[in-house]
C-alpha cells in the first residue's frame, strides 16, 4: 500500500474518534493567553476551567489536524463573542466536511502539514514582541560589504587575502553568536510560510472563501517577504553526503558576508508592520480545522442538538 493510500485510510478511520495524542497546554494556550479578549461576551476563567476539569474536556473535544487549528480552537471554546454572526455559513462547511469524504480527507491532508510541534509558535509572531538588532548592527553590515570588496580585490592584489582572513575570523563570531537569535525563529517563520501557502489553498475553496472574503489581501502581503523567508527553511536537517557537503559551503558563504543576521533582522523588522494580516491567515486557517473538529465530534456523537438563538428577551417568571 502506497504511503498516500495509508494516510487517507487512516483519516478516514479515525474520523469521529478520539485522538490519542500529547498534550502542551502551556503551548496550546498561548494564543488565547496573549489575545485581547475585551470585547468579548465572556471569557472563562481560569478557576472555572479548574472548577470544569477543562483540560480533560478540551481533549476529548479536540478532532483538529493542526496546531494552529488546535490553539485557535482552545480559544474559542474559552471565550464568548458579543455576536453570533456567520452561524449559518459555518453549519454549511461542517455539513460538507461531514458528507463529502473526499474533500474532507483532502482537506485534512493539507492542515497535517502544520501538525509538528514547531507550528505553535507561529502566534509568535504577531502576539509577542520580535527581537530588534543591536545598536552595534550597522558594523555588520560595514563587515559584510568588506567582505565583498575583499573578494573583488583579491585578484589585483593578492595581499587583500589576509585582511578576508581577519574578516572572516570576526564574521564567524558574529555568525555563531546570532544562531541563538535564529534559533528563536527557525520554527516559526518556515511554518508561517507554510501557513500562508496553505491559506491560499483554502481560500480557492469557493465555501472558505466566504469566511474571510478579503483573505487574499493578507496573504499578498505576507508574500512580499516570502523569498527572504524563504531562506530559514535551508536549516534542515542533513542526511546524505552530498547534502553535508553543500551544508558547509552555504555556512561558509552565510559566514563570510553575515547573511544569517542581515536576513533575520531584516525579515523581522518587515514581519513587525504585518502582525494583523499574519493573524488573519491564522485565524482563517484555524477557523476551518475547528469547524473539522466539530465535524468530527458530531460524527462521533451520533446524536447532538443544535441550539436556537433567540433575539428577544426572555424572561422566567415563578
Not at 452561524?87 to 454549511?92: F, G, I, M, N, S
Not at 531562506?231 to 553535508?244: D, G, I, R
Amino acid at each position: 500500500m502506497s504511503k498516500k493510500k495509508k494516510i487517507v485510510e487512516r483519516l478516514a478511520k479515525s474520523f469521529g474518534m478520539v485522538r490519542d495524542k500529547d498534550y502542551y497546554f502551556e503551548l496550546i494556550e498561548k494564543y488565547f493567553r496573549n489575545k485581547d479578549n475585551t470585547d468579548s461576551f465572556q471569557v472563562l476563567s481560569d478557576k472555572t476551567c479548574n472548577d470544569l476539569d477543562f483540560e480533560e474536556l478540551f481533549m476529548f473535544l479536540d478532532r483538529t489536524n493542526s496546531k494552529v487549528g488546535q490553539q485557535y480552537l482552545y480559544h474559542k471554546l474559552r471565550n464568548i463573542p458579543t455576536d453570533s454572526a456567520g452561524l449559518e455559513l459555518r453549519e454549511k462547511i461542517i455539513k460538507k466536511l461531514t458528507e463529502e469524504t473526499e474533500f474532507r480527507i483532502n482537506i485534512q491532508r493539507q492542515l497535517e502539514q502544520l501538525n509538528k510541534d514547531d507550528a505553535y509558535y507561529i502566534a509568535s509572531l504577531f502576539q509577542e514582541e520580535l527581537k530588534k538588532p543591536p545598536k552595534w548592527f550597522f558594523v555588520i553590515r560595514i563587515l559584510a560589504f568588506t567582505s565583498l570588496l575583499s573578494i573583488v580585490l583579491l585578484p589585483f592584489n593578492p595581499q587583500m587575502i589576509f585582511v578576508l582572513i581577519g574578516i572572516f575570523i570576526i564574521n564567524l563570531g558574529i555568525h555563531y553568536w546570532n544562531k541563538r537569535n535564529l534559533y528563536e525563529y527557525v520554527g516559526s517563520i518556515p511554518n508561517l510560510l507554510r501557513l500562508n501557502g496553505l491559506a491560499l489553498k483554502l481560500y480557492k475553496e469557493s465555501i472558505f472563501y466566504e469566511l474571510n472574503p478579503k483573505l487574499k489581501e493578507s496573504i499578498n502581503i505576507i508574500n512580499q517577504v516570502r523569498n527572504r523567508m524563504s531562506f530559514f527553511q535551508l536549516e534542515t536537517k542533513f542526511q546524505s553526503n552530498f547534502e553535508v557537503a553543500f551544508w558547509l559551503l552555504l555556512e561558509l558563504f552565510k559566514t563570510l558576508f553575515l547573511l544569517e543576521p542581515l536576513l533575520l533582522f531584516g525579515v523581522l523588522k518587515r514581519l513587525d508592520t504585518k502582525r494583523e494580516q499574519i493573524e488573519d491567515v491564522f485565524c482563517f486557517v484555524g477557523e476551518i480545522d475547528s469547524l473539522l473538529s466539530i465535524a468530527s465530534l458530531r460524527y462521533g456523537l451520533g446524536k447532538f442538538c443544535l441550539p436556537t438563538i433567540s433575539e428577544t428577551n426572555i424572561s422566567v417568571t415563578g
